[in-house]
């Protein structure tokens, strides 16, 4: 049968797990296929690496590391929580492959940028991620062999539909092995430390119940440490102001492009190329022309446009690419109200604010427990006690209870850092006075400014 | 002069620092002198060991380690905060080898065990590290060579009353050079990663003001991770329920082998050999008799106390030796009725709970921010805002607001491991199910009851 | 003066060295040149990525560690041996910003697959090096800012031709800025541990001499150690018979697309599109055309080749993107002779040897000594003795004698994976058992094969 | 039966394998007998400590990591090498506990400084190994419970007499599970780097043979890796000349306080008190009379001896106590000829040579291949190729063979510091002068002077 394991596994050696282990057949295809191995050309973490140079590893590493994640849960689920009878909510072993699977995949829908070129063409990635799963694609011949149904379950699984919620939990929930993963990849390739956790101590601590997945209260302070350094990387990296201000920079020039696309004669309208085009003219995209869209294709494109003769256009490719980021002031009870003289100062510089200015919020839920009103209610993380009663974790630490249900939050205001040198006209002069004074002031919440 | 810096530096090689850097011959001198080396015959963790076995690490390393931290902070200060004008707020390079000794000699008055049996034999480490800094030692030998008052100053450094409360703060402080290094080091020999946190952004953030050390802005986040990292510690190594059951053992035999010691002829008195005798006859401790104590005069006697006549002192003996802790669980509103009855159950198994039973109460307080009105009201820990105004630590963070103030608190009651297997007598019998309910679920606050 | 240091330093973080300090403004107006910035868009190690995918780290991050390597060394250069009187053989100052921006720089000449590339298409990364730096660049004119000479000095010390022989070989020797970073720094990337060595005390133990740099005899063991270090990632990582068989189809591909685009007419050239084309039409490039040539333009065309109508070149452009890369066997004294049969086979398989076969020689000289009489002798590692007089390494050490110029050698053929599931005609028969039996038996010279 | 498995594994926290798993209630039991915690009160490295500071850990680590690696090997043996037939030459999974129990108390028979007092007091850890599994001690009780033959099978296993050559040879060889653990283990404690190896490489590529242990050849490297570490940290670490000097310095005051005993009368014999006697009055030692003797008992009793009557032993204890090592020099034929006079002249000095000076050689095989017509020969490391073939370690790599069969050897002639600053008297004035030259020059062979 095509489920079979290895004669004898091989490894991918890898700077996180020390090595990944690949035990069957089928998880080998899967990594052999064109559709994965395109993950090798998206970067996991965009435009991080402008600030956090060692940032350039890209979404393959990460999707094969929660698959090894999944290895080890399942491995230590077989051994020690191996279901004996049907609904005695332990681990039942043929949910094995499908959860190595779901891990592997779950990131295979991710294209280059995708989360700032979603909303300005109206892709998602989402549906696409079901597409390559179902559709025609070499990764669907692989799963077909397995069962005529498999695609469909590992879709469902990554959808959250699946009926068995211990594996649902275990790909997608507040403790995954998806965010399992990245926290501790994204901390090892930026070098910073905050997202180091004790995951072997997790790992051990996980058990599998009727509801889905819950950790031994030995496990608490593991767990805690998680959540806390989750909560420390959203502060200190992914929220960090100058890569949101590439990303704002890289959102205009793809608006700006996208505008002159639109506008252009038919025989104008090559400037996006080939790849691109499928995206810039407001078709829905096949998976096969999304698939062919990667971080290079963006930043060929780019490279080109810094000659393109739409001088905003060119201007902001050659800000993108020579790393020359928009500067940021954090938007607050005294700064908003001097934002639209601003704007107005930025126009008079010379600077389209529509291209050059914006507001950009960051926010993130560390953790929550479960809210059964809201309309995505999250999974909280429960702990078994010595008598089999469970506690969620925000009751049990004063810590996770203090950021619980927090929506961090980093509402800034985006503008060329060429205002900072201007001698601004009388009538704002005021205005701008006060601006540069917050400017000054601003390191206070600029979590990391130095990098 | 006395103060010169050496040709060329010396090192030794650290695992936590990689290098020791030594670049002034006072520091070598310190180093080689017979008090200074004591330190490697007492444990940094005293009995930790038994549960975490990597941390057989001495009070050298650490008192080197801290001295390390120090020498880089005074370099970082004469660099960008030297002092220009007297009151201007900013570094006095004149400081430097005085912050230097202070850290290098802040644990030299820390005898073996010092905390266990202090409160037995009435020692005062602190009044000790003054006397060895200012009486008849190698190490005033030393101190003496730079100026008369060098000692006195040194002396006065370490008891917090020296004048500039920079170098006061440097190495006393809710944020110092012995907190730093000592998480650091421990976590490292634990083999735990809780304590880890980013000293580089830390040492990088630090400066001098005019009421001692406060932080910029940008290192904030470090500093969070730092408070939250010592939180972690406390609860997971430091507070270890079953260190803490190998410390009452100790206590309770020293008490006994005291009680022993001071009921007998003298003739019988030998059985604590000529060490220790000056501490248990109850006659002041002469600094010369104090140092001739350490780890290894403690071990020896008790592995001899394990043949001697006195079944509660050899049993004892043989338990601490044998690593046979006593077994504890939580006092709280439900196990706390229980406790009498529970001494009472001991007794009548044979075990005197005067020796076999004890209450146990762990506490720190993690940080706090300056209370005028207290005993000892702490320095708060401040960051510098971009236009010179001050915010205090748990202002900004949510996480440490959290546990801020907070004593954290784990008050067991310990009994003989023995006392799970009894078949007790009906009278007796409800108490003692309840009371193994209660054990059976003491995992709760066990922070981590594998090692 | 434009040679000012910043008022405070500014810091990128980075896994290697932590941070990199920047104090000069004119290494932070260098960093921020377009074509330093560039060296974020070309990959360290080109395909290697393919086999250890942690590798896919760029030349951004390896230049500013080189830099900060020369940092450190001439801080402690001017704080030990700071030149007295001229020509004493000791560290002149006024040489620190030239070795900083030498070192910074000493890789802008690269581009994407230059290794590969080069002999394709008959460019020198060395003379276009020299042009960056004295050509119409912004790094030109930052570098002219220093002094109008400046920018030739820099090209000399790349060049090796600069007067001070101790700058020149800090920049380029065997043990220089350049090889410690990347051995760390590739080591780190791809996860394995073979390229770690003791930098900090290989930095403390290096002097200024009047030939150059030496070391004291102290750090003897932590240079043989970073010989062997390097010794054994040219087998296990660089010379990785796998990524040499992804290079053998890139440069195969390149190969078939410059053929192509040689015998098209002018309208049918536009295949490789616009920022390629100056490097296919055999002119000179031009510096601007090279700098525009990165990773994502040849990755992004051969994504399009894919399905360009040439059979051979899209299938190798798929094969290289999907990672299907060729296989090989050691050509040994009992495979060589097989192996214009095999080519003949290949061939009668439906492939062009021409483009699906290859032998692929790996080879470089971890160590040797100063050899006076070849072509380009190299700079030997000496170390000074006690009483001042010299030794050179492999006297000293065993291990490195043992692979002292040797040329580390592993010549391979490569051939389409296919092959070895093909039923050959009778006529081969033999050839091909002998052939498998082989493969068979190549992991005796694969360094890594799990990888 | 008593060889069942726990139900749930226990973890110790290690720094160096992170967990530590016990499975099995033999091993539990066994870690709790008095005679195995004895070993966390007998260092790891002896004196090392006082030139690496770090290195303060204990036997007890490094045998339960001697006993996690084998735990690793075994379960990857039954995965992938289970015997199916008798004399298969493959895993026989009957052996594992065999295995583990033999990991575990390898050092069991190891007392304080045994390496330095064997020869002084004829003692013989091998046998007192086996008094220890065989006698009437609680590790024997533990293992009696497996099978009455069990505790002879188990020392037979560290006497390499035990007929599987399987189990001999994990236990014991020239890569075995204990050097695999003292070498990762004493460089992290001691925080250097030359220890470090890629073990889960080579657990990987370690099988079970017809006559042992061997290789696949995909370990090549990791395994010459391993031998290049282990020559290093002998250079670096194991014979590091200032720890030689403390280790003289205590062998001669042993030694001095040995002839004191013998010599006093009954009634003065006390001062080596009750646990050192049975060492001292030389008669066999009993186990129980050994088991008693521990770092702890030495250093309190040289604690005690510097206010000894006798000016020798005082004195030397204080120099060992308070780390004044004896000063050395290599030597050579250029020192050799010189060592007669030298030793009169510390004579004349005032310092007895039989005390104060020692020619003291490190000797040691790095690794060898099995040389049949020698006294022990060694079980040579071998690799197996994709044929079956064998091919022993040297032939496949230079730096092997280079170091191959080479006793590393490092002769010094040891003295009292206090010689380097004597005016000499007129006759012995050229001697001295030689001799100091030699010790200006004596870095040459000093592996590293620093620490």
């Known amino acids: 049968m095509f489920t079979e394991k290895l004669a004898k596994e091989k490894v991918l050696r890898d700077p996180i797990h020390n090595f990944i282990h690949v035990q069957d057949h089928i998880i080998l295809d899967l990594i052999n296929t064109t559709e994965f191995q395109r993950l090798r050309r998206v970067q996991q973490l965009g435009i991080t690496g402008a600030v956090f140079h060692g940032a350039e590893h890209s979404r393959f590493g990460h999707s094969v590391g929660a698959y090894e994640i999944a290895r080890r849960i399942t ?4 051994q020690y929580y ?3 009878s049907p609904n005695d909510g332990l681990w039942q072993p043929e949910e094995r492959l499908l959860t190595l699977v779901a891990a592997l995949l779950h990131d295979i829908g991710h294209g280059a940028f995708s989360h700032t070129f979603e909303h300005l063409f109206g892709t998602d990635h989402e549906a696409i991620t079901r597409e390559i799963i179902v559709g025609d694609t070499e990764i669907n011949q692989v799963l077909s062999q397995v069962s005529l149904d498999f695609p469909n379950k590992v879709a469902s699984v990554i959808a959250k539909t699946y009926e068995n919620p211990q594996v649902v939990q275990l790909i997608s929930s507040q403790l995954d092995v998806d965010r399992m993963d990245y926290l501790l990849r994204d901390a ?10 004790d995951i072997d101590r997790i790992l051990r601590t996980m058990r599998p119940t009727a509801n889905g997945i819950a950790f031994d ?4 302070h593991a767990v805690e440490d998680y959540v806390v350094s989750r909560y420390q990387m959203y502060l200190q990296v992914y929220f960090h102001p100058v890569s949101r201000g590439m990303e704002v920079l890289l959102e205009h020039l793809l608006h700006r492009a996208h505008e002159l696309f639109t506008a252009s004669d038919t025989h104008e309208k090559d400037f996006v190329g080939p790849l691109l085009t499928p995206l810039f003219n407001d078709q829905p995209l096949t998976v096969h022309d999304y698939l062919q869209i990667d971080d290079h294709v963006f930043m060929t494109y780019i490279s080109m446009w810094r000659s393109h003769p739409d001088p905003i256009l060119s201007d902001l490719s050659r800000r993108f690419l020579d790393r020359w980021p928009l500067k940021s002031i954090v938007i607050n009870d005294e700064t908003a109200p001097l934002l639209e003289d601003l704007e107005q100062l930025v126009d008079i510089a010379g600077y389209n604010p529509k291209y050059y200015t914006a507001r950009n919020d960051a926010f993130d839920l560390p953790y929550d427990d479960y809210k059964p009103n809201v309309a995505k209610p999250r999974t909280q993380i429960d702990f078994v006690l010595g008598d089999g009663t469970h506690r969620e974790l925000s009751e049990l630490s004063p810590l996770v209870a203090a ?7 980093d509402n800034r205001f985006y503008f060329p850092k060429e205002m900072l040198n201007i001698e601004p006209d009388e009538l704002f002069a005021d205005t701008f006075k006060t601006f540069r004074s917050y400017i000054h002031n601003n390191a206070l919440t600029t979590p990391n400014p130095e990098s």
Do not use: A, N
């Open 217 to 220: 209260i030995g496990g608490m």
């Open 188 to 197: 090892y390739f930026t070098g910073t430390k905050y997202g180091e956790f």
């Open 403 to 409: 950021i619980k249900g927090q929506v961090s939050f």
């Open 75 to 78: 491995e230590y689920f077989e």
């Open 82 to 84: 191996r279901s004996k």
